[in-house]
C-alpha cells in the first residue's frame, strides 16, 4: 500500500490540526500544570473532540461510533503531539475501544456507546514494575462465588486517574512470565477495595497508581476468553503503541519546525546562527530521520486494516523509532535554542518532557527492538 494519505485522510489531518491548534495548544497544558489541575485534561475540550467524532474513531457504528480505523486514530494522536494536547484519545479512545471489541456482546453494549459519545473514560491498567513487560503481569484474580477476586498493584496507568473503569490484566493461571494464564476484567471505579492514586511524571499528564485488595468482580466482567486474554491486551497495546509513534512523530516535527524558525531568526557574531554548516549538518540529518518515521508510522497504522497479523512487528518498529528520533528531536531542539532553551519560559522543554515520557510509556526501543527481534524469529 502506497505511504500516502488519501484525500479524506487529509482533510481529517486539516481539520485536526487547525482545531488544536486553536484549542488546545501548547499554552493549554501549561495552563494545567501551573494550576496544578487535579484531572490534567479538560473535560469540556473533550466534549468537543466527542462532538467531531474523535471519542469514536475507532467505534463500531452499531454503538455510535465512526469506525474509521488507525489511519486516521493516528493522524488525530499525531496533531495532538504536535501541540502537546492533554486528553484521554490514546487510553481511551484507542486502546480501550480496541479491547472492548474484542468483548461480549453486553460489555460492548455497556461500554462502548459511552466512549462514543465522550462520557465514559476507560483506561488501561496493565504495568506492574518501573518498565513495561506485560507478560510479567502478577496481580491475582481468582474464582470467588460467581465472579473472580482479585489482589495486586498496578503503575503508570495512562489516563487511569478518575477514570470510569479500568481495563485490568489479571494472572488466572500460571506464572509471571506466561503469555497464557493472562486474563483481562473489567473494573468500575469505586470498586470496594480498589484504590488509585495520581502519579505526576515529568510530562505532567495523568497516570495512576492503582492498588486492589480483595477486589470482587463478577462473571460478566470478564473480557475476552479466561486465561487466554492475551490476544485481546496485545491487540490494544498495538493500537495505543502505534499512537504514541504517530503523536511522538507530531511532537518530533513541531520541535525541528520551532528550532529551524529560531536558528533563521538568532543572531551570532552579527550573522544568523542557521548559515553556521555545522547546524545546517544536524538540522539535515534530523529532517532525514523524522522523514523515515514518517514512513514507519503510516505503515504500521495502514497494517492494521491491511495487514492484521502484521500489525504488531510494526508497531513495535514505529514505536521504537519514532522514540528514539523523538529524543534526537528534542535533544537537538533544546541545543540548538542554546541556554534559554533548558528555560520554562520557551515551550521546546515541554515537548522534550513529553517526548521523554512517550517513548518509555508502552515499551521503550530496547523492549520493541527485542520484540521485533523475536517476531522475526531471531
Keep these: 500500500m502506497a505511504l500516502v494519505l488519501n484525500e ?3 482533510m481529517l489531518r486539516d481539520s485536526a490540526r487547525g482545531f488544536l491548534a486553536e484549542k488546545a495548544p501548547v499554552s493549554a497544558l501549561r495552563a494545567l500544570r501551573d494550576s496544578r489541575d487535579p484531572l490534567g485534561w479538560s473535560r469540556s475540550l473533550w466534549r468537543e473532540m466527542a462532538g467531531m467524532g474523535w471519542t469514536g474513531i475507532l467505534v463500531p457504528e452499531e454503538f455510535g461510533g465512526m469506525d474509521y480505523g488507525m489511519v486516521g486514530a493516528g493522524l488525530i494522536a499525531q496533531e495532538m503531539g504536535r501541540n502537546l494536547t492533554a486528553s484521554p484519545f490514546i487510553a481511551t479512545a484507542i486502546m480501550a475501544a480496541t479491547a472492548l471489541r474484542e468483548g461480549s456482546d453486553e460489555i460492548r453494549k455497556k ?6 459519545a465522550g462520557d465514559t473514560i476507560m483506561a488501561l491498567a496493565v504495568d506492574e514494575g518501573i518498565k513495561h513487560d506485560p507478560a510479567k503481569t502478577a496481580l491475582a484474580a481468582r474464582p470467588h462465588g460467581n ?10 496507568i495512562i489516563d487511569g486517574w478518575d477514570a470510569d473503569a479500568l481495563i485490568v490484566a489479571a494472572r488466572t493461571s500460571g506464572d509471571p512470565g506466561d503469555k497464557k494464564g493472562i486474563s483481562l476484567f473489567v473494573v468500575e471505579n469505586g470498586a470496594q477495595g480498589l484504590a488509585t ?12 497508581a492503582a492498588t486492589f485488595e480483595d477486589v470482587d468482580v463478577a462473571g460478566d466482567a470478564l473480557l475476552g476468553p479466561l486465561d487466554g486474554g492475551w490476544d485481546v491486551l496485545e491487540g490494544a497495546l498495538n493500537a495505543g503503541r502505534a499512537a504514541l509513534a504517530a503523536e511522538m512523530l507530531g511532537a518530533s516535527e513541531r520541535s525541528f519546525e520551532m528550532t529551524m524558525d529560531y536558528i533563521k531568526e538568532r543572531k551570532q557574531f552579527g550573522v544568523h546562527v542557521g548559515s553556521f554548516q555545522g ?12 522523514e523515515l518515521v514518517k514512513s514507519a508510522v503510516l505503515s504500521a ?9 502484521m500489525a504488531g512487528a510494526a508497531a513495535a518498529l514505529a514505536k521504537a523509532k519514532a522514540g528514539e528520533v523523538g529524543v534526537l528531536a528534542a535533544n537537538e531542539a533544546v541545543q540548538m535554542h542554546g541556554g534559554i532553551g533548558m528555560t520554562d519560559e520557551y515551550d521546546i522543554g515541554f515537548y522534550m518532557k513529553r517526548i521523554r515520557a512517550a517513548q518509555e510509556l508502552l515499551g521503550d526501543y530496547a523492549f520493541h ?3 521485533l527481534a523475536t517476531l522475526r524469529g531471531f
Excluded: C, V
Excluded at 497504522?301 to 497479523?309: E, G, I, R, V
Design 301 to 309: 497504522l495502514q497494517m492494521f486494516a491491511t495487514a492484521p497479523q
Design 111 to 116: 461500554w462502548l456507546p459511552g466512549i462514543a
Design 197 to 208: 492514586e495520581r502519579t505526576i511524571l515529568l510530562d505532567s499528564r495523568n497516570y495512576a
Design 369 to 371: 527492538a527485542d520484540r
Design 8 to 10: 479524506e485522510e487529509e
Design 279 to 290: 547546524l545546517q549538518h544536524r538540522a539535515a540529518h534530523l529532517y532525514s530521520e523524522i
Design 147 to 156: 465472579g473472580y477476586r482479585l489482589n495486586g498493584t498496578k503503575g503508570y
